[in-house]
């Protein structure tokens, strides 16, 4: 079997985004491919029929960013939009080509379908468009740029309601307010939006009711009162929200179930639930998105992740949770119509492909497994000092043979609130074809373990590092042939924060990468898009109630006692972990004589390993494994 490359990967066709007909009758979904020549990527509109079983492709190389079905048999996309203006183009699944519908006089981020006719769009709004130059930047806001987005000073995510029959644009919302989620049941939108103008954004967006017939809005919940995650409208009267009152620990814990009344805001608890709505599994080898709960016939669908898997659930009314009702180890995203499900799933090491009904129904990457060698994650779990039981992985090098020995690199994951799992994860095979023991756990912050397990707050570094190291030690105890002076450490995110700590704490590693890390709490919280919310709930206060508790989880700190020849992959557009973090790592390890370098990546961001540049993709990962090439073997 051929071996798995870096550049394996341009092969990868992922699929995204299901939704289903009217009617119910046919699915549509996107798949999205590199394209290494011109350097992104493209999507298309696929369909499925349920009917025929046959699947269909609608669209070749227009780039579609978003879709929604306009009838039965007619489905609405965007390709790339012009700044300032946004085409749509109507196309049959019945045949024919794509003719163009109409066009909006706004950058249309999405859409989705109300009724006839009548859709939802969420439009990216400036309101310093008149007066903004090219060459300088006004700031008067904070955060005043977000990872992926650039500055967003003065900008906002709108909602408008477009009437193609008027061809009439209605804005939902005022030009001030953020949308940050949306539901629609009729003529009424239920939506989630922070209202800030040269201020400060809070920390807890206000629930909101508009009703398109009379254009009129009321407040279900107001703003800085309640946390609130996710909503989602069951009827005309009623909507369900996962929320949180207020509490000493209110950002550490997960959200519950409420039911939210429409007539006059009452909230009642429906459902308690000690987990995370959405899909947390992480992987570097998807791209798009989808559905993560949806509400259907009186009932709230929605994905999330328990243990080391992420699933399709069912929330009835009377406040009983399904048990899964996908399989394979991690749901992506969904639709459900008509009592069927659409479900884009990631089932043993085959890239997601879409299932209807739990039938694999696509198989874009089963050459995957057939032509390449794909090393196996093999699960085992331990009980940690501190009395929880970790869940881990090892992959074994593909050209493993009995008696001989190999070099390891154990990979720690972002968030923390996130997980791994054992589904395909392109950069560990790559590893584990070039001849090393590959090997992650889900330590303390993790989730899918409840909010105790997950909660990390104000001891960054403390039972999170003891776990990684007692992983570590159990993974030598139980694989002998792994040579305990060749294993190397890597982490992105907050597992580049983790790294950074590791090899100021121990020299037990021959080396490291540290991917778009964290250095230092104190200057994360004024330059990170998130900093002045994440570090006040996540690191016990901030810089101006506990600088010396940030300090003492700083990595900077320790970093004179780095010996460990370490590189930084970061980039200069990742305004989640800016790379201000990476160089003063850089620089502070670099002092002590220890071998370092940095790779600073132009014009990416924070997903640079999962959505970034092909070239850039192939270049990052090339530099990490001739890195540890250079100390491990």
């Known amino acids: 079997m051929k071996k798995i490359e870096i550049d394996t990967f341009l092969q990868f066709q992922f699929v995204s985004n299901p939704l289903f007909s009217p009617d119910g009758a046919n ?25 025929t079983k046959k699947l269909l492709r609608l669209t070749n190389g227009r780039d579609v960013k978003t879709y929604a079905w306009s009838s039965d048999t007619t489905i609405l996309f965007a390709a790339a939009p012009s700044p300032g203006s946004s085409d749509f183009f109507e196309i049959s699944i019945c045949g024919g080509e794509a003719c163009r519908a109409f066009s909006i006089p706004e950058t249309v981020a999405s859409i989705r379908r109300i009724s006839k006719d009548r859709y939802l769009l969420m439009i990216p709004f400036d309101n310093y468009k008149s007066t903004r130059k090219a060459s300088y930047e006004v700031i008067d806001e904070l955060p005043f740029w977000s990872n992926g987005r650039g500055f967003t000073n003065a900008r906002r995510n709108r909602a408008a309601i477009y009437d193609r029959a008027l061809g009439k644009l209605t804005w939902a919302v005022d030009e001030w307010t953020d949308c940050t989620a949306c539901s629609v049941w009729g003529d009424l939108l239920l939506y989630q939006a922070y209202r800030w103008k040269q201020g400060v954004l809070g920390a807890k967006p206000g629930v909101y009711l508009y009703n398109m017939a009379t254009q009129e809005t009321k407040i279900m919940i107001a703003p800085n009162t309640m946390r609130t995650d ?68 009186g009932a709230l669908y929605f994905l999330s992740t328990i243990g080391d898997f992420s699933h399709l659930y069912k929330l009835s009314m009377d406040g009983s949770i399904s048990g899964p009702l996908t399989a394979g180890s991690a749901c992506d995203s969904f639709d459900i119509q008509n009592g069927h499900i659409a479900s884009c799933e990631f089932r043993g090491l085959s890239l997601a492909e879409l299932f209807i009904d739990g039938e694999q129904v696509t198989h874009f990457n089963d050459w995957l497994e057939k032509e390449y060698s794909c090393s ?56 584990a074809n070039a001849g090393y023991f590959v090997f992650f756990c889900n330590p303390r912050g993790s989730d899918g373990r409840g909010a105790d397990f997950g909660d990390v707050d104000g001891i960054y570094g403390t039972v999170d590092y003891d776990n990684l190291m007692e992983f570590t030690d159990e993974v030598l105890k139980r694989y002998p042939e792994i040579d305990e002076n060749r294993v190397g450490v890597t982490g992105g995110s907050y597992g580049g924060f983790m790294t950074n700590w590791i090899v100021g704490h121990t020299d037990r590693f021959a080396a490291a990468a540290s991917q778009r890390s964290i250095a230092n709490w104190i200057s994360y919280e004024h330059s990170s898009d998130i900093g002045h919310n ?67 990546f132009h014009g990416e961001n924070h997903e640079l390993s999962r959505s970034g540049k092909p070239e850039n993709r192939i270049d990052r990962m090339a530099e990490i494994l001739n890195w540890m090439d250079t100390y491990l073997k």
């Open 534 to 600: 994440f570090v006040l709930k996540d690191l016990g206060g901030n810089t101006r109630t506990v600088p010396e508790l940030l300090w003492k989880q700083s990595p900077l700190q320790y970093a004179p006692a780095c010996k460990t020849p370490i590189l930084f992959i970061h980039s200069d557009q990742d305004y989640r972990c800016y790379m201000a973090e990476g160089l003063a790592m850089f620089s502070a390890v670099k002092r002590n004589g220890c071998p370092a370098k940095m790779c600073l």
């Open 230 to 297: 996710m909503i989602e409208m069951i009827n005309e009267t009623t909507a369900i929200v996962t929320a949180l009152p207020p509490s000493d620990r209110e950002f550490n814990e997960y959200c519950d179930f409420y039911r939210l009344e429409l007539s006059d805001g009452t909230l009642s608890l429906l459902a308690p639930y000690d987990a995370c709505v959405g899909s947390s599994a992480g992987t570097d080898s998807k791209y798009g998105s989808g559905q993560s709960h949806k509400a259907e016939n």
């Open 27 to 51: 699915a549509a979904f996107l798949v999205t491919v590199p394209d290494r020549e011109q350097n992104t990527y493209h999507g298309d509109l696929y369909v499925y029929s349920l009917e």
């Open 376 to 431: 196996v994650p093999e699960a085992f779990s331990y009980t940690g000092t501190d009395g929880y039981e970790i869940h881990g992985w090892v992959m074994k090098p593909t050209d493993w043979k009995e008696g001989y020995t190999y070099p390891a690199i154990l990979n720690i994951h972002g968030g923390p609130r996130s997980a791994f799992s054992d589904i395909y994860y392109h950069e560990m095979q790559v590893w």
